[in-house]
């Protein structure tokens, strides 16, 4: 089983097995906000052991190494992918030139963190607002009509997507972010 990450920047997306989409809409899983992207520009299928792109007729189109890619088109990791202004490259997780950024407890993105939070949906954004203000998973699930197994799944895509390893990091995050602010409950 291979474990694939998606760079962008300095910062990296890993990318659990299914599906995820690129664009501008809040509903994305990765979410770009250059006007140079579609709000739902691609679509990228991940599995175990490989990664499929999808251009999903955006008005300017999905490049592989440079190639303008049409229909679906199996990604090998290396290959670098732009969208828009983006150019995002496919790792895998686990590789010598990863092995330092996998260990930090905080992901590498600019100070304030926007770009990182721009990969968060309105919902998932909502849900870590909430567990960074301490409330419990049960708390977040009462207030916003959830079961706390919804919550529990939203918080591990907020960890994946942002790299958090514990709530201690989600806090500290939020804290850098302007999420929160010190003494603010």
């Known amino acids: 089983m291979r474990r694939f990450v998606l760079k962008l920047g300095d910062s990296e997306i890993r990318l659990t097995p299914g599906t995820w989409r ?4 809040p509903a994305c899983e990765i979410r770009l906000t250059d006007e140079s992207v579609s709000r739902r520009h691609a679509t990228l299928r991940v599995s175990d052991f490989e990664v499929e792109l999808s251009d999903q007729g955006s008005r300017n189109g999905v490049r592989v190494n440079g190639e303008r890619a049409y229909g679906r088109n199996r990604i090998d990791v ?7 202004t983006y150019d995002l490259e496919l790792a895998e997780q ?4 990863m092995a330092q950024s996998v260990t930090r407890p905080l992901p590498k993105v600019p100070r304030g963190g926007n770009e990182s939070l721009a990969l968060l ?3 998932e954004r ?4 909430r567990l960074a203000r301490g409330e419990t998973q049960r708390a977040v699930a009462d ?4 079961s706390v ?8 895509r907020i960890r994946d997507k942002l790299g958090l390893h514990s ?3 989600l806090v500290a995050f939020a804290l850098e972010s302007g999420i929160l602010r010190p003494g603010s409950t």
């Open 22 to 25: 690129i664009g501008r809409d």
């Open 78 to 84: 290396g290959d670098r992918v732009q969208v828009g």
């Open 94 to 97: 686990g590789t010598a030139s």
């Open 121 to 123: 949906s309105r919902r």
């Open 126 to 129: 909502e849900v870590f607002e």
């Open 143 to 146: 207030a916003l009509g959830l």
């Open 149 to 156: 197994k919804t919550v529990e799944t939203y918080r591990a």
């Open 167 to 169: 709530r201690a990091d």
